[in-house]
């Protein structure tokens, strides 16, 4: 996800010695370079991936039910298939 790129760069710019501090995060600003900041981002990354995980099981499991019923979702339907109604 996008959190987790953000992770990345910001460790690749601390390995060149670049200091980074959030200055808009509530009542102070967050230094990522400390070790709090380093928990904050980590904790981040891994709701991050944890959202992007659910999506993923979330439509896995939408085409599943999709294909269980003889539905079809997305494109044209194949002849035989139903698409899925939209209510438009």
């Known amino acids: 996800g996008g959190l987790t790129a953000l992770v990345g760069v910001v460790g690749w710019l601390v390995e060149r010695g670049v200091s980074l501090h959030v200055l808009d995060m ?16 980590g904790m981040m990354a891994v709701f991050d991936g944890m959202e992007a995980d659910r999506i993923s099981e979330s439509t896995k499991a939408g085409l599943a039910w999709c294909r ?9 339907p194949p002849l035989g298939r139903k698409p899925i109604s939209t209510g438009r």
């Not at 509530?26 to 380093?38: A, E, F, H, M, N």
């Not at 269980?68 to 044209?76: E, K, Y």
């Open 68 to 76: 269980a019923n003889g539905l079809f979702c997305g494109g044209t």
């Open 26 to 41: 509530g009542p102070g600003q967050l230094d990522v370079t400390s070790s709090q900041g380093k928990a904050l981002l």
